[in-house]
Nanobody, 117 residues
Framework: QVQLVESGGGLVQAGGSLRLSCAASRIIFSLNAMGWYRQAPGKQRELVAR???????NYADSVKGRFTISRDNGRNTVYLQMNSLKPEDTAVYYC???????????WGQGTQVTVSS
């Protein structure tokens, strides 16, 4: 069973930074697209950032220029560096893996990010 374990969430003041990590196991990590999604209370889960196996990235407009997604295939880990955080970034952040041969998706348990004003 694929496992995705997120870490790095917490409470931070507006303007601050956090780095989320997602460690993957039981998948051929290097071949999979990885992503970060978030879900705020009362809202739908939305894509924050995604990185393909070749390193191509895309971001939600709301985080462009502030967040950076990266991956370390040697450590089977994907990161989300979040800078200039805003209260509207408050949400549970989920790691996502898209299996390379059939696009099946896997999810982590989520990590809470809270940005105070």
């Amino acid at each position: 069973q694929v496992q995705l374990v997120e870490s790095g969430g917490g409470l931070v003041q507006a303007g601050g930074s956090l780095r989320l990590s997602c460690a993957a196991s039981r998948i051929i990590f290097s071949l999979n697209a990885m992503g970060w999604y978030r879900q705020a209370p009362g809202k739908q889960r939305e894509l924050v950032a995604r990185i393909t196996s070749s390193g191509t990235t895309n971001y939600a407009d709301s985080v462009k220029g502030r967040f950076t997604i990266s991956r370390d295939n040697g450590r089977n880990t994907v990161y989300l560096q979040m800078n200039s955080l805003k209260p509207e970034d408050t949400a549970v952040y989920y790691c996502n893996a898209e299996r390379y041969y059939d696009a099946r998706e896997y999810w982590g348990q989520g990590t809470q990010v809270t940005v105070s004003s």
